[in-house]
């Protein structure tokens, strides 16, 4: 079973409702501040999904398990499946999630950690704004 | 100092004499078989590079400090300064390393590791494929 149950262990710390709708869990691997670059998993529920958000670095994305999707804003939801990969851009507004009864697990290499307010949590994404 | 020192800590492995020219260390930090992804830190000393080598997964690189290269066979050289990212596909044949008295840290994510011969390795880059 490569999917993370849906009762994790005490490692994940449960992503706040204040940036994620649904259940969401991260396991922080790397956190190398001297580096400045961050790995970590992420595991979304089904129907779970980040708001939008950007960061001051770059984000690279690994899908590495079940079905979720990528999407910038005023842009196509973009499905992610094992294997695929996105290169965002520092300052892009996106979001990432699962797809409708999906659970998706995504691997995050990440740098500009170190920076102040290194990621701008913005509002909400909608069904509506999945459907675009 | 963001740069690993020569003589690194005990955690570091040794690139092997089979594999690399000169001197390259390997920070194994997220080795999953589970959701099958390998997080790795390469610190190549100056000219310091990799055999030719394929993966039977993806790999994505970030470069993190210092300046290197990447360079797929018959390719040209392609410059990495810290923040640059490349995604390599499964089965390309590849080298990294270091550009002439410079040092260069990379962070590596890879799939496919799980696999039977994740990795081949080929023949040692001569200085003049490098000047290609």
Redesign the interface.
Known sequence: M?QQPSNPSSKLTKGSPDRFTGDVWVDY??N?T????L?S?VFFEPNARSNWHSHL??Q?I?A??GEGYYKEKGKPVKKLK??D?V?IEPGTTHSHGSINSNKF?Q?V?M?GITKKDATTWLNKVTEEELKE
Do not use: E, L, P, R
Request: net charge neutral; no cysteine.
């Open positions: 490569a691997m790397v190398d001297i580096n400045d670059f790995v998993k670095g770059k690279i690994m590495i398990d094992k294997g990969v290169v697990t691997a290499m740098n």
